[in-house]
């Protein structure tokens, strides 16, 4: 199979099992904590070289759950008001936080250990913004960024 179409199947297989390509989750990261893919690589537990291979296509897959989970942490890290607010050290105090983790995974469980608790993210959401105007902005972000969509959507739920 050529290269390209290797590369094109990955980045569809990557939609199917993580949501959307993984190439654009890691870029989020990536200028969300304004750091380097290698020190994210570093962050997560995982080579740089892998990294790379799984953004761009390369590689369909992250083969360790771990790494997977450490992913999570940080983007469920990037919806708390203080890293939001792009502070410092906050975003520092973050990083490491998922670098020490250590998660544990099971067939039960969604591997984020240690990481952000969704009710208070879903109260802070709250605090910050009406119900339908959640709602507005995870319709418009559905297409591009459908993992945060979901938490908007579900901030913006009442009851």
Known sequence: MEDHKIVQRNI???????????????????????VSQAYLAEVLGISAPMLSQVMSGRRAKIGNPVVLARMIMLERKILTPEVASGKRTALKAALEDVRESRPTVS?????????????????????????????????RLDPDFPAIADVLRRAGKTG
Not at 12 to 34: C, H, K, M, S, T
Not at 128 to 139: C, F, K, P, R, S
């Open 12 to 34: 569809a297989l990557q939609r199917e099992w993580y949501g959307e390509p993984l190439g654009d989750r890691v870029r989020r990261l990536v200028v969300a904590f304004d």
């Open 107 to 139: 067939r039960d469980t969604v591997p984020v250990g240690g990481g952000v608790d969704d009710q208070a993210v879903l109260t802070a959401l709250r605090d910050i913004a009406e119900d339908e105007n959640l709602v507005d902005a995870a319709d």
